[in-house]
T-cell receptor, first 113, second 114 residues
Framework: ETGVTQSPTHLIKTRGQQVTLRCSSQ?????VSWYQQALGQGPQFIFQ???????GRGNFPPRFSGLQFPNYSSELNVNALELDDSALYLC????????????FGPGTRLTVL | SQKIEQNSEALNIQEGKTATLTCNYT??????LQWYRQDPGRGPVFLLL?????KEKRKERLKVTFDTTLKQSLFHITASQPADSATYLC?????????????FGTGTQLKVEL
């Protein structure tokens, strides 16, 4: 059974640029959630995708958007990057959108200069 | 607004002792609560899940309690080992209107010394 994988591991961008982060969910999982974790803080919920549809969103502006593909992998896109977007971006997959354990990937460290 | 509080100060204990970590919350009615372990630069690793109608859950050396009246969860690691040193995150789960959303605390760093 393959765990959750994310790419790239690290990324450096400049203000105003756009970025796409990728996540492959664990085998058999149809739900993917994205979180942003600033240094010294807990992860903050960005949004969740269930069977290719957005299924809940946290307090993040529209420049944070996502997609889920038929194989349940997912992308997080961030437009017009700001310095405060520098963080560890975590993807978590689960076997359904209900009360199920979320399995996290290793994260993508994004630095915005 | 919703608030989840975990001890911001690191917890240092001796090997073999029981570590107890606290998670308090306000303005929240979670359907369930989870505890995760996170090592530096890595994603959180799931440890235990407890639902609102459960009082206690155990798994090997780990025990979690959930008191919805006090709005508090306690997480215990018995016979602690240096390998248990990590940051432990408490996460509250809600199912209403927003999918399976987890709201995390800031975490407590545990250091187990020889």
């Amino acid at each position: 059974e393959t765990g959750v994988t994310q790419s790239p591991t690290h990324l450096i961008k400049t203000r105003g640029q756009q970025v796409t982060l990728r996540c492959s969910s664990q085998s058999g999982h149809n739900t993917v959630s994205w979180y942003q974790q600033a240094l010294g803080q807990g992860p903050q919920f960005i949004f969740q995708y269930y069977r290719e549809e957005e299924n809940g969103r946290g307090n993040f502006p529209p420049r944070f958007s996502g997609l889920q593909f038929p194989n349940y992998s997912s992308e997080l896109n961030v437009n017009a990057l700001e310095l405060d977007d520098s963080a560890l971006y975590l993807c978590a997959s689960s076997s359904d959108s209900g009360v199920h354990t979320q399995y996290f990937g290793p994260g993508t460290r994004l630095t915005v200069l | 607004s919703q608030k989840i509080e975990q001890n911001s100060e690191a917890l240092n204990i001796q090997e073999g002792k029981t570590a107890t970590l606290t998670c308090n919350y306000t303005n929240y009615s979670p359907a369930y609560l989870q505890w995760y372990r996170q090592d530096p630069g890595r994603g959180p690793v799931f440890l235990l899940l407890i639902r609102e109608n459960e009082k206690e859950k155990r798994k090997e050396r780990l025990k979690v309690t959930f008191d919805t009246t006090l709005k508090q969860s306690l997480f215990h690691i018995t016979a602690s080992q240096p390998a248990d040193s990590a940051t432990y995150l408490c996460a509250l789960g809600a199912l209403t209107g927003g999918g399976n959303k987890l709201t995390f605390g800031t975490g407590t760093q545990l250091k187990v010394e020889l």
